[in-house]
């Protein structure tokens, strides 16, 4: 597949018209059933895919992105919504004709997701949704989004649309680190939406961010690792193009070595993406694994990404050089979709140990 027609990186309008391309060439019908609109493929074939995306555009945005939407909007709506909300939103979703993603983010909350305050009330006829949410992936150009708020102090959550009387999607604050996923803020002030928005059962909120957030650490970097090959490929012939003491800068040990690195980093990372594609395939578990993917992967961009601005020197910082703003980009990665740390803690939980367990004794 080629992405040759790819609109260029702009203001939020490109943003938004890279998104539709990219729904043009399939990318958000992947893992999805011929049923509701998908191809039927494998979670294999969506990571095949992503990695070329990823390969060509180099913008981990774009791939941030993308990611909000699949795993943030249409599966839950997949696993959490009824026939009705599927034949509702689904198609347009699938087609990109609707954008989207999920706010779960507060000014005063992240990982600790029972700090959340926004809160919704029911009324006769809907619900009344108030608070603010923040850093929310897609807000400037969502259609609709997914939020999580507390009904009766139990986390449920709530489809709201963008021109919804009272909802507020705004395109600030602005973030260095994947600038193109146009992150912003969204603000509910008395946003009254109907009954037949509220998405899975009152008090699902927590399981259905785990599992969206479960799919999105698995599956991130399949695109990323499309930018990390890209980088790397960048990397080696600027080592066999730059010439120190008469011969070509990879001849240096301290150079050949870093490149070695980066491409042992890249081939792990992929292993670590195939492996969660193949359980999901085979229908087994990925919470142990996810986690561990978006840790490492997450680790080793970063590590390739300052490699890369080493080797290149100067010149790696260049700041209408791509190599440049990767660095950016991975500090980035470490944070989305939870923080090494939090990987950290959780792989220490689901082993039976860390600060969750509660000795017997």
């Not at 600030?172 to 680190?177: K, Q």
Request: glycine share 8%; net charge neutral.
């Amino acid at each position: 597949m080629t992405y040759s027609q790819l609109p260029p990186i702009g203001n939020l309008q490109a943003s938004k018209q890279r998104l539709h391309y990219c729904a043009q060439q399939n990318l958000l019908k992947h893992a999805v059933a011929v049923e509701f609109g998908g191809l039927g493929t494998t979670f294999q074939e969506l990571v095949a895919a992503h990695f070329e995306l990823g390969k060509y555009c180099q913008d981990t945005g774009l791939i941030l992105s993308i990611n909000a939407h699949l795993w943030g909007a249409i599966f839950p709506l997949l696993r959490y919504g009824t026939a009705a909300q599927q034949q509702t939103w689904l198609p347009a979703l699938l087609t990109g004709d609707l954008l989207a993603g999920h706010a779960i983010t507060e000014p005063q909350a992240g990982s600790d997701i029972h700090l959340l305050s926004t809160q919704a009330t029911q009324t006769e006829s809907g619900f009344i949704l108030n608070g603010h949410k923040r850093f929310i992936t897609n807000a400037p150009i969502a259609d609709v989004m997914v939020v999580y708020a507390v009904l009766d102090n139990k986390l449920s959550a709530f489809i709201i649309k963008a021109d919804d009387l009272g909802a507020n999607f705004t395109d600030t604050p602005h973030v260095t680190g994947c600038a193109t996923a146009t992150m912003g803020d969204i603000i509910l002030q008395d946003c009254l939406i109907p009954l037949e928005r509220q998405l899975g059962k009152i008090g699902a909120g927590n399981m259905m961010i785990q599992s969206a957030l479960e799919l999105e650490r698995a599956f991130i970097f399949a695109g990323i690792n499309g930018i990390m090959h890209w980088q790397l490929q960048q990397i080696i012939k600027y080592s066999r193009e730059r010439r120190v003491e008469n011969t070509h800068l990879g001849s240096k040990q301290a150079i050949s070595h870093k490149i070695a690195d980066m491409q042992l980093r890249l081939d792990s990372s992929k292993l670590w993406v195939n492996e969660c594609a193949r359980l999901k395939d085979t229908n087994k578990r990925i919470s142990l694994v996810s986690a561990q993917t978006k840790l490492f992967a997450s680790e080793a961009f970063l590590q390739s990404s300052l490699d890369a601005v080493h080797i290149m020197g100067a010149s790696g910082l260049i700041a209408a050089n791509k190599i440049s703003t990767l660095v950016q980009d991975a500090m980035a990665s470490r944070l989305f979709s939870g923080s090494s740390e939090i990987q950290k803690n959780m792989i220490a939980a689901l082993l039976g140990t860390g600060t969750g367990y509660k000795s017997k004794s």
